[in-house]
Each structure stands twice: as structure tokens, then as C-alpha cells.
């Protein structure tokens, strides 16, 4: 029983995995002004003060596009601990949803090429409908949480 209290799925959803492509134009958005500014100061200085303003900016910009991202992230965890599905979203206002699994009908999940090969998908639970009761994509092992409802939905019948 002291194993039905313990997380079996505790995730949020991926940065570098669920959009790879973005994260590395963000990297490159932060890293490239700083090596151009490097390579060729003299140059650049040659210009006036507006081109390294505005590599600076661009580099700020990366970080406060990287930071918005990381918190998005942060926001959103789903947890399923025994019989339940937890999902909470939201930093400063919250929004939870409580499932047992004897609630769920279905629980589907789907992963193009990319999300295939970094191992991450969308999930979306259903209850009763043709709506899902919630939507989560960028998760890691989705398959896991599918695997779980099915199984613990299984040992109530």
C-alpha cells in the first residue's frame, strides 16, 4: 500500500526535447551576439553605439524568450500517484484537475517523427464526451501514463 502513495508519473513537460528546432534558434539568438561582439569589436565599434545595442538586445530578448519558456514549463506538472491523475497548471493562479482512474474512458496519446525520437508526446485524457477533461503536450514517456491508467483500470474491474 506505502507504494500507492509514491509518484509512479511525476513530469513537466520538456523544453529541449518538445521543440528542439526552437531551442537551439534561442541558443543561438543568445550566443551569437556575444561572439560577433568578440570576433569583431573593432568593427562593430567602428559603427557607433546602435549595433551593439542592438546584439545586446537580441541576446536579451533570447534570455527573456528562454525564461518565459522555462517558467511555461515549470507551470505544468501531471502526477499520478496510485489511483489518481493529478494535472496542475498555472504560476500564480492555479488551475488542478482530479481524475481517478475509474473516471477515465481514454487516454490517448500522440507523438509525431521528433517527438518520437526525444521521446515526448501530447496526452489527452478523456472522461465522459467527445472533449478531453485535459490536454498536456511536450510530456516525457507518455506511453508510461497510458500504460498506467490502463493497467490500474484494470485491477479495479
Given at each position: 500500500m506505502s507504494n500507492d502513495n509514491q509518484a509512479s508519473y511525476?513530469?513537466?513537460?520538456?523544453?529541449?526535447?518538445?521543440?528542439?528546432?526552437?531551442?537551439?534558434?534561442?541558443?543561438?539568438?543568445?550566443i551569437l551576439p556575444f561572439v560577433l561582439l568578440v570576433l569583431f569589436r573593432e568593427q562593430i565599434a567602428g559603427m557607433g553605439d546602435f549595433p551593439p545595442a542592438l546584439l545586446l538586445g537580441a541576446t536579451g530578448l533570447?534570455?527573456?524568450?528562454?525564461?518565459?519558456?522555462?517558467?511555461?514549463?515549470?507551470?505544468?506538472?501531471?502526477?499520478?500517484?496510485?489511483?489518481?491523475?493529478?494535472?496542475?497548471e498555472g504560476l500564480l493562479s492555479?488551475?488542478?484537475?482530479?481524475?481517478?482512474?475509474?473516471?477515465?474512458?481514454?487516454?490517448?496519446?500522440s507523438q509525431g517523427f521528433l517527438d518520437r525520437v526525444f521521446r515526448v508526446g501530447r496526452i489527452e485524457v478523456f472522461t465522459t464526451g467527445d472533449q478531453p477533461e485535459f490536454v498536456v503536450a511536450g510530456m516525457p514517456r507518455p506511453h508510461h501514463v497510458r500504460d498506467h491508467v490502463r493497467n490500474r483500470r484494470g485491477s479495479l474491474e
Open positions: 511525476d513530469s513537466h513537460p520538456a523544453m529541449f526535447r518538445n521543440h528542439p528546432l526552437g531551442y537551439l534558434i534561442i541558443l543561438v539568438l543568445i533570447g534570455i527573456l524568450i528562454l525564461l518565459y519558456w522555462f517558467l511555461k514549463t515549470r507551470a505544468t506538472r501531471l502526477r499520478i500517484t496510485g489511483d489518481e491523475v493529478h494535472l496542475e492555479k488551475h488542478h484537475v482530479d481524475l481517478h482512474v475509474s473516471q477515465i474512458r481514454a487516454v490517448r496519446v
